[in-house]
Nanobody, 121 residues
Framework: QVQLVESGGGLVQAGGSLRLSCAAS????????WGWFRQTPEKEREFVAA??????TYYADSVKGRFTISRDGANNAYLHMNSLKPEDTALYYC????????????????WGQGTQVTVSS
């Protein structure tokens, strides 16, 4: 059974940094795409970043230049978030899919339960 577990969320002041982690278990993920999404009660879940097996990266315009997606081996991914803004407050999800450059939820097969990020002004 595949399981994704996010960690690293928390409360941070505007301008601060956080690193989110996602650990996958249940199988080895090699030729796959890692994605990060976020959701607030007011908005639908939105794409944040993706990292393909060939190391191509994709970012939402709202986080470009501030967030960096990375991975460590086949089963761990990270989202490094710098210069955080109050509008980055959301529940952050990691996901795994197999479509290069995927930015939609439907393109991802496996999902974690989310980790809360709150940025105070």
């Amino acid at each position: 059974q595949v399981q994704l577990v996010e960690s690293g969320g928390g409360l941070v002041q505007a301008g601060g940094s956080l690193r989110l982690s996602c650990a996958a278990s249940g199988r080895t993920f090699s030729r796959y795409v890692w994605g990060w999404f976020r959701q607030t009660p007011e908005k639908e879940r939105e794409f944040v970043a993706a990292l393909s097996w060939n190391w191509n990266t994709y970012y939402a315009d709202s986080v470009k230049g501030r967030f960096t997606i990375s991975r460590d081996g086949a089963n761990n991914a990270y989202l490094h978030m710098n210069s955080l803004k109050p509008e980055d407050t959301a529940l952050y999800y990691c996901a795994i899919g197999d479509m290069e450059g995927a930015t939609t939820q439907a393109s991802y097969t496996y999902w974690g339960q989310g980790t809360q990020v709150t940025v105070s002004s």
